[in-house]
Nanobody, 122 residues
């Protein structure tokens, strides 16, 4: 089990940028694949991005490709989501997820953080 704490959310104008962070506890952070999901009001939680334990593999939802970048810092036990060219439709609560399996993370299963709110104004 890994404990995840997200931060970095906030209010930003359309076209702006934010960087979300997800700090993980536990000595085995380097063994976990990590990912980001989001949930907008009245909608189901959806996949945003994932990164393998090594950082060598990443995956993105089509809606964020070219705008968002996922990365990880093993020394800081932290995964990041750099979000550029933000749109009002990116408004959602963003959640961090972790699991040993990359596929499991992409499928939306594993250990979850509490979420951080991102609001993009038009």
């Amino acid at each position: 089990q890994v404990l995840l704490v997200e931060s970095g959310g906030g209010l930003v104008q359309a076209g702006g940028s934010l960087r979300l962070s997800c700090a993980a506890s536990g000595r085995t952070f380097g063994s976990y694949a990590m990912g980001w999901f989001r949930q907008a009001p009245g909608k189901e939680r959806e996949f945003v991005a994932a990164i393998s334990w090594s950082g060598g593999s990443t995956d993105y939802a089509d809606s964020v490709k070219g705008r968002f970048t996922i990365s990880r810092d093993k020394f800081k036990n932290t995964v990041y989501l750099q979000m550029n060219s933000l749109k009002p439709e990116d408004t959602a609560v963003y959640y961090c997820v972790a699991d040993i399996s990359f596929r499991t993370v992409v499928a939306g299963e594993g250990s979850w953080g509490q979420g951080t709110q991102v609001t993009v104004s038009s």
